[in-house]
C-alpha cells in the first residue's frame, strides 16, 4: 500500500509539472499522465534510450538519475546555461513547474538537439555519474564488499579477509533510506555525519531470492540491536531509531532457523535435540585456562597454535608456574596438551543454572549464562505464539520492535496489541538465530535475541583479498593462499589466484590481437 501511494505521488507531481512541455514537444497532455507510458514519452522528448525507462523504477539507482533527466528536460527546452542545470538539481525538478508554467510561452523544443556532451568536462561528468549508477546497482542488488573485522568466525573467516558478500541468494533488499550517498553505509567515513536522510523511507521489500537461509551458513546481516539504548542487562526496551538498512553489518554462522528448538550445553548447540555438526572448515573455539612450566613465546603462541595475540592473555607467575587464558579450539588444545612444557589445560565452562543478565533474554525466571542456554524456540511465519509473563520476555521485542506493533503490558498483566487485549501473537515474518564459532569471544544472539529475515543482507562467497594483522612486511601480510578462496565448502579452501591472474592475462592478450588486426 505504502509502495502505491509513493509512485501515486511522484506520478501525480509529474503530470503537473510537465503536461505543457509534453505538448511543447509535439505530444498530448494525457501521455505525461499514464504511469510507465509518460517515462517512455519522455525518453523520446529528451532523446534518450527507452531502457532508461527500467533504471527510474530502481530505487537509489533512480536518485542518481532523476537529476540527469531534470538537467535533459531543460536542455529540450534550449536552456543550456549553468544557471538553469544548477536550478534544475537544487530544485529537485521543482524547476520544471517553472518551465511547464511561468514562461512555457517563452519556450521551444529543441528537437534535433545532439545529445553528445558540448565539452570534454561534460563528457567527464557523464562518465563518471553512469559508472557510479553502475557501481551502485551492482553493490546494492548483486554483490557487495565487506570486511571482516573481529575474530567470532576464527578459522574460517579471519581478522582481515575481503568478502564478496552476494545479495542474490537470499533476495536483494530495496533500499529504505532511498536518499542517501551511493556505496556508503550509515555514515559518511572520516566524519562521523549521517550518509542518508533521516525520516524519509520506503517500505521494506526484498527480491525473489535463490535459496532459503540455510542452517549452518554464514550470514551477514544488519545487526538488530544497533539502535537498542541498553542492551546489555536491558529491561526498559528503550531504542533509539534507525532504519534496517543503515544498521551495523554483522557476520555470523546461521546456527538455528526458523521453526527450530535451540539449546546451549557446555558451549556446544544442540538442535531439535541433537548436537550440531559444524562444517569441516567451522573450528569451534573456547577458553581453556592453561598452566605452563616456562612462559610461551609470541611465535609459539601465533605460529605453533594459530592463536591471535589478543586471544591469549597472560594472568601472571604463580609459584614458579605461568598461567594463561587462551582461545583455542578443540584440535590445538589437544596439542598443546602434548606440549612439553604444559602442566595442565582446562576448558572455561560457565556452570549451568547461573544467572547473567548480560544473556537474553535478560530476564531472572531464566537462569542462563553464554555456554548453558535455553531450550528456546525459533519463531517462523505464520506461527501462534503464546503470550504470558513466561514468554514475553522473548517475544516482546518481536512484537513491538520487529514488526512495529503498539505493545501494553497493563499492571494486572493485561496484554493489548494496537489496543487490542490479546494473550496471541502471529509471527510475520521468519526468525533466526546468529551465533560466531568463537563461542566466548563473540558478541551474537546469546546476547540480543532473534535475528528477523528482513535483517539479512546476503551470503559470503568469496574472499578476494586476506590481510594478517599480525604481520608488517608486504610479503608476508597477504595471506596469499586465501585469495580468491570460496567461503563455503568442504575440505581445505583452494585459492583460484592463479586462475584470475591466467584469465586477466588472455584478456589483455586478446584485446591486443584484436587492436593488431584492426591497424
Given at each position: ?298 611465535d609459539e603462541i601465533i605460529h605453533g597454535y594459530g592463536v591471535n595475540p589478543d586471544e ?191 584469465l586477466v592475462g588472455l584478456y589483455y592478450l586478446g584485446k591486443e590481437i584484436i587492436k593488431?588486426?584492426?591497424?
Amino acid at each position: 500500500m505504502n509502495w502505491i501511494l509513493f509512485i501515486l505521488i511522484i506520478q501525480v507531481l509529474h503530470f503537473a509539472a510537465t503536461w505543457k512541455l509534453y505538448q511543447k514537444a509535439g505530444k498530448q497532455a494525457w501521455q505525461a499522465a499514464v504511469p510507465i507510458y509518460n517515462a517512455i514519452v519522455l525518453m523520446d522528448i529528451i532523446k534518450r534510450p527507452k531502457w532508461w525507462v527500467l533504471v527510474l523504477f530502481i530505487p537509489v539507482i533512480n536518485l542518481l538519475l532523476f537529476p540527469v533527466i531534470w538537467v535533459e528536460i531543460a536542455r529540450s527546452f534550449r536552456k543550456f546555461d549553468t544557471k538553469d542545470t544548477w536550478l534544475a538539481i537544487l530544485s529537485l525538478g521543482f524547476y520544471n513547474f517553472y518551465l511547464n508554467y511561468v514562461i512555457i510561452d517563452e519556450l521551444k523544443y529543441n528537437e534535433n538537439r545532439s545529445i553528445k556532451p558540448p565539452s570534454k568536462t561534460g563528457e567527464w561528468i557523464s562518465s563518471i555519474t553512469f559508472a557510479v549508477a553502475a557501481a551502485t546497482f551492482v553493490h546494492t542488488y548483486v554483490m557487495q564488499p565487506f570486511t571482516i573485522p573481529t575474530s567470532s568466525l576464527e578459522k574460517s573467516l579471519l581478522i582481515g579477509d575481503f568478502l564478496f558478500v552476494s545479495k542474490f541468494h537470499y533476495g536483494a533488499k530495496t533500499p529504505i533510506s532511498p536518499i542517501a550517498l551511493p556505496m556508503v553505509h550509515d555514515s559518511i567515513p572520516g566524519t562521523g555525519l549521517r550518509s542518508y536522510l533521516k525520516g524519509i523511507e520506503l517500505p521494506y521489500f526484498r527480491l525473489p531470492g535463490i535459496q532459503k537461509v540455510k542452517r549452518n551458513e554464514i550470514v551477514v546481516f544488519n545487526w538488530p540491536s544497533d539502535s537498542l539504548a541498553l542492551m546489555w542487562g536491558d529491561t526498559s526496551d528503550k531504542f533509539t531509531y534507525k532504519p534496517i538498512d543503515k544498521k551495523t553489518n554483522y557476520v555470523k554462522r546461521c546456527v538455528g532457523i526458523a521453526g527450530d528448538s535451540l539449546e546451549i550445553k557446555n558451549g556446544y548447540v544442540y538442535i531439535n535435540g541433537k548436537q550440531t555438526i559444524l562444517p569441516d572448515r567451522a573450528k569451534t573455539q573456547f577458553h581453556y585456562y592453561v598452566e605452563t612450566r616456562q612462559p610461551f613465546t609470541p611465535d609459539e603462541i601465533i605460529h605453533g597454535y594459530g592463536v591471535n595475540p589478543d586471544e591469549a592473555s597472560f594472568l601472571g607467575k604463580v609459584n614458579e608456574n605461568y598461567k594463561y587464558v587462551i582461545n583455542l579450539d578443540k584440535e590445538h588444545a589437544l596439542l598443546m596438551k602434548k606440549d612439553a612444557k604444559v602442566i595442565s589445560i582446562k576448558r572455561n565452562i560457565d556452570a549451568k543454572g547461573s544467572f547473567d543478565p548480560e544473556i537474553f533474554p535478560h530476564d531472572p525466571q531464566y537462569a542462563w549464562s553464554q555456554d548453558n542456554f535455553g531450550p528456546i524456540y525459533i519463531p517462523a511465519k505464520g506461527d501462534v505464539l503464546e503470550l504470558n509473563k513466561e514468554t514475553l520476555p522473548f517475544y516482546k521485542r518481536i512484537v513491538s520492535e520487529y514488526e512495529k506493533n503498539n505493545l501494553e503490558i497493563k499492571s494486572n498483566g493485561d496484554i493489548f496489541i494496537n489496543n487490542v487485549k490479546t494473550n496471541t501473537y502471529t509471527v510475520k515474518q521468519n526468525y533466526y538465530w546468529m551465533m560466531g564459532d568463537n563461542r566466548q569471544r563473540s558478541l551474537d544472539a546469546r546476547y540480543w535475541g532473534y535475528t528477523p529475515f528482513d535483517h539479512v543482507v546476503g551470503k559470503p562467497v568469496f574472499i578476494w583479498m586476506s590481510l594478517d594483522q599480525n604481520e608488517t612486511a608486504i610479503n608476508k601480510k597477504i595471506r596469499w593462499n586465501r585469495l580468491f578462496t570460496t567461503v563455503h565448502g568442504s575440505g581445505k579452501p583452494k585459492s583460484y589466484f592463479i586462475y584470475f591472474l591466467v584469465l586477466v592475462g588472455l584478456y589483455y592478450l586478446g584485446k591486443e590481437i584484436i587492436k593488431r588486426r584492426k591497424k
